[in-house]
């Protein structure tokens, strides 16, 4: 018989008891320090009492209540409420009585000046330190007023000779005895306010008392600090539990499997967070050090024990391995904005004694940068050699070994942009070199245990820092556009290596470096100072070519599983490179400068067949035709193009109306260009990629149309007016020159529209014929005089009889006995099974 469950209590009565146990008792300790507080205020008004004794009256009130509180706390009667439900009525108490001590302290220096700043201060701390300690018998609440007491105390008590020594020496007491409780009574809670308080203090010291020499005790205050805050995660959790094992990412969808799985979130454990956090505020207050320090070597050298403390923290609890790269993250960050001398060429330039300016070491750089580069060369030991040492054996071997390859390669690229002269040294290339080779031969050890967990990751962060670091000596060698070439030319290199190693995790490295180089190539403005055309050619061409045999590499990898976000990006990438090739290649041909606005009509124009003839070769090259970079690029290449043919050739730069000199030749010059040579690539594409739905397939030829109507028109204006159509007269003999371009025009679209079935071309020839018709009756009859309106109107009867005639040729029915013909499926207009049933 199932047991019977409790009726549910109604809210009213949840809301009584959480009022009458909670919140009324904690109203009532409030109530009771104020109490005391407005004793004192009317003690004060009316003169009852000296100042020493209402100090003294405040001490006894506050202890007394304290003690009354955990008087009351060890009560056997209270024990036993404790036991079936939260019990405020002892806290409260007690904290009322804090609070009263603590004002009395404070009242008795500030108001009364009855005690002397150090004994203040002395007295406000080892209240904070009380309320800390009974917040082990007593609860949070108490450890939080503890806490917060200490950490205003020194607002609270200012001193005129503010000594960074004994404030963060009592910074860190506090902290200590936060952290004690944190780990004894598993407050995390409370972790996150003594960790706001920890890191508040450093950063208002630096703003307003810091002097020199204040970055030792500043730095062992960080450093200790930073060792406190990681202690529950090392010791708090008792390992093996289920809580101290290492998430599993979740399973990857979409575009997410491209990326590898160390950068996948995982859920942390609550004092891991505190750790992470931690460690990520010091570390902005160890660069911040650094730098008002002006990288000295005190502060230098407590950035250093921090980054061992993030190592050795991170390997011994491999749960907050992370902490390691944040050290990193911290190193970069420091000596990013180290004020340097300038470097320059030799011969350095001489003072008025003709003595050197700037005092160099035998190495040849100001003592200055020799001491930056040493710098900077051992914390890359230290990252390098230790997260190699760290990873064998360590469950996340991926992030060691990626801490031991990207990190000397980012010191050594920052070094490089912070020292290189304009004539680079060939030292840098060397050093570069120097390191790729290590990491060549730090894979070898590595490969051998490649089937450990996380190896594979391991061998796909040396191979990319190898790979990046033979891209860095190419790119402290080259000039300019090899910079971005030698970038590229690591993804091919990354996809062999992929292909090569079976290391899959490799292609989310290929991702970031493709992303870079699209950044650097697409949106870099400084792309337009560059002289010459050859790097157009190279510079974009030689990454293009690279994105394809990376993505043929990665497409057709043994597992069946290579075709996926990576691959795409990269044939994308070959596509935007070919295309700002051809088009940055255009305009400075044209107009002399990357720099300067488009030439003209005729610029536009070669832009506008470049985008169709790419687009062409993308649908009529059938080993790429069906891929989707293939589909949507030439899509958005022929949209791009018919914008700018439909905007600009038609309306915006019309040599009608802009005056632009169109060539001298008949029929072939630029109007042919701009409106003849475009029409014919759109009706290509078309025919070789029609549009996916019946109405764009009808409408989508009416622009190539429309473009070779306005080449005849301008064409026939041009042969009377001249290679500038400016002109505002027109002659009888224009005039009819129009009527007769456009009339056969208007039959050739007839022929062809019906000789191959294209309704919609056959519908545009009988519009224009109508057209045609229009004007000769309607302008030609009173506008055109002697043998021109005759011409007209002859001609006009003529072709349409002829247009008769060719209907009922070619459209005439089939012989008795023989079946009539499918129409055709390029014809999809109703009108033609009307028209043939017209001509039976």
Known sequence: MPKPTAPPRAG????????????????????????????????????WLGPGVRVALGLLAGFGLMVGGEWLRRRPAQRAVAALRPDYVPPALTAAGLFTAFASVYGGFALFDLFAPLVAFALLAALSLVGIGLSLLQGPFIAALGLLAGYVTPLLIPSDNPDAWGLFAYLLALNGAGMAVVLYRRWRWLGWGALAGAALWPLVWMIDPWRSGDALPTGLYLLLTSALFLVPAVLGVVAGTAEDRLAEPAPATGWRRALPDWIRRKQRHPADRLAMMAMRLFGLLFAAVTWSDGHDAVSLSVLTLFALLAMAAGRRTERIAGVAWIAA??????????????????????????????VADPAGYPAEVARFLWVAGGFAALFGIGGFAALWGARRAALWASLSALVPLALLTLAYAQVAPPETAIGWPAAALGLAALLVAGTTPLARHRHRPGAALGLAAFSAGASGAIALGATMTLQEAWLTVALAMQVPVLAWLERRMTLRELRGVALLVAV??????????????????AWIAYGYGLPALGFLVAARLMRTAPDGKGDDLVVMVLEAGALIFTTLMLSLGIHRWMAGSLEAEP?????????????????LLLAADRRWSARPVAVWGRRLLVLLAAATAFFLHLLGLNPLWNFEWVGTWPVVNRLLLAYGAPAVLLLLYLWYDPPP???????????????????????IRRAFQGPVLNGYEMSDAEWYAYSVGFLLFAVAMLVVGIRFGWGWMRHAGLVLVLAVVAKVFLSDMSDLEGMYRVASFLGLGVSLVGIGWLYQRLLRPPAAGTPPEPPSPADDLPTDNLLDQRTH
């Open 12 to 47: 009213w009565r949840e809301l009584e008891e959480s009022l009458a146990s909670r919140w009324l008792i904690w109203l009532g300790g409030g109530t009771m320090a104020l109490a005391a507080a407005f004793f004192i205020k009317l003690s004060v008004e009316h003169g």
């Open 329 to 358: 993250l911290t190193v970069l960050l420091s000596l990013a904005p180290w004020s340097l001398p300038y470097v320059p060429s030799s011969p350095p330039p001489l003072t008025a004694e003709g003595q050197p300016l700037i």
């Open 516 to 533: 870079v180089v699209l950044v650097r190539l697409a949106i870099n403005p400084y792309v337009l100072d560059y002289e010459g055309y």
């Open 599 to 615: 030439s003209g009509l005729t610029e536009v124009a070669l832009h506008t067949l470049s985008w169709l003839g790419l687009a």
């Open 693 to 715: 739905s019946r109405s764009l397939r009808s409408a989508a030829p009416v622009l190539p149309m429309l473009l070779i109507a306005t080449n005849l028109a301008l064409e």
